[in-house]
């Protein structure tokens, strides 16, 4: 067998095989309402046959989101159309997972076919926060740098959401502190400059983070997996770096984190950034090596063969794939079919295997 096709156990939940689906923001919600659109796009890869589903990032407040059209989980009547999607991911064999977020300075945007760039508020936009008061690019808002209280109804808007995941039906849990969003903002000294207790030092800056997985962990059930997306680096000279993203990690397995998403930049504009098939992989492979947490490799991953590679290499332990799964939902399937596996198709299309 195929270790892209081998099952993968983290705790209670086993994957049917090692191929997840990326949080993708679809920017097709009205006030965070998950719709049809969600219920094709996410179970129409459940049917294709990933093994794990993962909702695009999904805010914890109205605040948090990066465009008035994101998916959100801040209040309970989000919950219904949720609950009715994750229950066709499980019932096609996927296990369905959501990512929780909150954008900080790079919220209040517009969505991506609608121009982009900061929404002032004249035309519907709403004031951003930060770790300090340093706007992302020329044109965006400067964002409130948050004080204790603020940073105490962050934690707490990730509490919540995550008890909304778990009555909507979600198995997984990703807190997304990757790609320059509000924690991403806390871990960065870019945009970090803060003389608190949540500035200045590696251990002060990771602290927001820390908090919220802890505060977290008290209402999402120990059986079920939590996964951290980080940026493995800014990309940036004097940014945050693959040497803190390894001991950052290490902390978090201690914390009985399951599995650490390895992504890397986002948080300047103008990196550069030298983008490449697999060219993220050699940071999950170094966390995993130096730290021992499992790992989900992510970054222009297209074929089956240099999935299976990276899986063969002990790079990572399961791939993370995104724009293919645009292309091509049915990326199992033919994955399977390449590499000479014979995988279970559904009933309903078996006919055309």
Known sequence: MPLLFSPFTIKYI????RIVVSPMCQYSSVDGFANDWHQVHLGSRAVGGAAAIITEATAVSPEGRISPDDLGIWKDEHIEKLKQITTFIKAQ??????QLAHAGRKASTRSEWKGGGNIPSAEGGWQTVSASAIAFNEGYTVPLALDKQDIEKVIKDFVNAAQRALHAGFDIIEIHAAHG??????????SNRRTDNYGGSF????????????????????????WVRISATDWVEGGWNIDEAVQLAGILKEKA????????????????IPVAPAYQVPF????????????????????AQQ???????????????????????????????????????????????
């Not at 064999?93 to 959501?98: D, E, W």
């Open 14 to 17: 086993t994957l049917k095989n």
């Open 93 to 98: 064999g996927s296990v369905a997972a959501i």
């Open 181 to 190: 969003y509000l924690i991403h903002q806390f871990l960065s000294p870019l």
């Open 203 to 226: 251990e002060n800056r990771i602290r927001l983070l820390l908090e919220i997985i802890e505060a977290v962990q008290k209402v999402w059930p120990t059986h079920l997996p939590l």
């Open 257 to 272: 984190v399951d599995l650490i998403d390895v992504s890397s930049g986002g948080l300047v504009p103008g990196a550069k």
């Open 284 to 303: 999950a492979a170094r966390i995993k090596k130096q730290t021992g947490i499992a790992t989900g490799a992510v970054g222009i991953i297209t074929e």
């Open 307 to 353: 999935a299976e590679d990276i899986l063969e290499n002990s790079d990572a332990d399961i791939i993370i794939m995104g724009r293919e799964m645009l292309r091509d939902p049915y990326f199992p399937m033919h994955a399977a079919k390449q590499l000479g596996y014979d995988f279970t198709w559904p009933v309903q299309y078996r006919r055309a295997k």
